[in-house]
């Protein structure tokens, strides 16, 4: 069935450019490509608390989500080098739990796959499959690394009424062959907004 929007309401906005995190627990703050960024993060995430929300039925939020340098996707290497997985929770529901490949096909033509825009493990997409800006430049540049950034836009319209609300992202990022994992694969969020809508 198809209800009609009887209105919406913005209810949380930031593109950290004035360095604030507001209501946000472990929140890091960087430049990355001329602009502020909540990141980067590897091995961790972030927590945004929001309270007193209006009456509404649903809530829309949306984010720029950044995956910079060598993610490796769905590989599985004996704990070496994958599998990186991304996860987006809203009151303690998992809403997204995927992986993401930044690597280059290889000569022979294999592909290293990643979950997005489906779940991990059951999907086997193309590096950087849903990707708004496949082409961005990485962060740390490692020479003969593979990467760079590529920006996926995020945007969930999930069922809640409650006046609270928890927003969590966090990974699970493998690269036990690197002195700087944050440095090998890292991500970030900028431009984070979030509506409730009354149906």
């Not at 929140?27 to 980067?40: C, F, M």
């Not at 995927?98 to 979950?115: A, I, V």
């Not at 990485?138 to 969930?156: A, E, F, H, P, Q």
């Given at each position: ?9 913005e ?16 929140a890091?703050?960087e430049?990355y ?20 929300l ?8 949306s ?77 740390c ?59």
């Amino acid at each position: 069935c198809a209800k009609e929007v009887k209105s919406e309401q913005e209810v949380y906005f930031n593109d950290f450019e004035t360095n604030k995190a507001n209501g946000i627990a472990n929140a890091i703050v960087e430049n990355y490509n001329g602009s502020k960024v909540l990141g980067r993060y590897n091995s961790s995430g972030f927590d945004l608390n929001l309270s007193s929300l209006p009456n509404h039925k649903l809530v829309e939020i949306s984010f720029d989500l950044y995956i910079h340098d060598s993610w490796d996707g769905n590989k599985v290497s004996g704990g070496v080098d994958g599998p990186d997985i991304w996860k987006f929770i809203v009151d303690g529901n998992l809403y997204i739990n995927t992986t993401f490949s930044n690597s280059d096909c290889d000569n022979s033509g294999f592909c290293p796959p990643q979950s997005y825009p489906a779940d991990y493990p059951s999907s086997y997409n193309n590096p950087k499959t849903g990707s708004a800006n496949p082409n961005l430049p990485g962060v740390c540049n490692l020479s003969g690394k593979v990467g760079g950034t590529s920006l996926y836009k995020i945007t969930k319209v999930i069922e809640h009424s409650k006046s609270t609300l928890l927003m969590q992202c966090r990974d699970q990022l493998i690269q036990t062959n690197t002195s700087d994992a944050k440095c090998d694969e890292s991500w970030s969020v900028d431009n984070i907004r979030i509506k409730v809508i009354n149906l």
